[in-house]
């Protein structure tokens, strides 16, 4: 049984930024803040992580080459779906919740919010110069790419 809940917030009154909160988004942490305030939320990778490793663990345990028999037995196939349900479910309430606190944050100090544009980053790191390429070209960070 699911209960939802909702909330009607008023929409807050449109204001002129008098400054800009940036955010940097890494795999382990949100950095965000102005030259005055810095802070940083913990991101949930590693406990979505953990869920999808119990997923992937009981595919391997009930599949072998020839027939895979977590597809047939509907039990098993049913905590596969709930793990992977789960770590969604984690990783997007996460993203609400971190969101969230940012825009609070953004509206209390009347700023606006400005994040990274990461669009062909690999791109214009291929067109570089081979002597011009950092250390994670060569160590093979990009090269999957």
Sequence with gaps: MILWISKRIPRP???KPRDIVAIDINEKKIVYGDDEIN????????IVYRWKILAESLLRRYSSPR???WRRRKAIHNRIRSYHR????VLEDWGRKASLKIVRLAVRLRCAVAR???TGLVEA???LPKDHRG???HNGIFKAC
Excluded: C, F, G, M
């Design 39 to 46: 802070r940083s939320i913990n991101t949930s990778v590693d």
């Design 135 to 137: 250390e994670a070209h």
């Design 13 to 15: 009154k449109q204001y």
């Design 67 to 69: 027939y895979p028999a």
């Design 125 to 127: 790191l291929r067109k």
């Design 116 to 118: 990274e544009d990461l």
């Design 86 to 89: 789960k770590a969604r479910n």
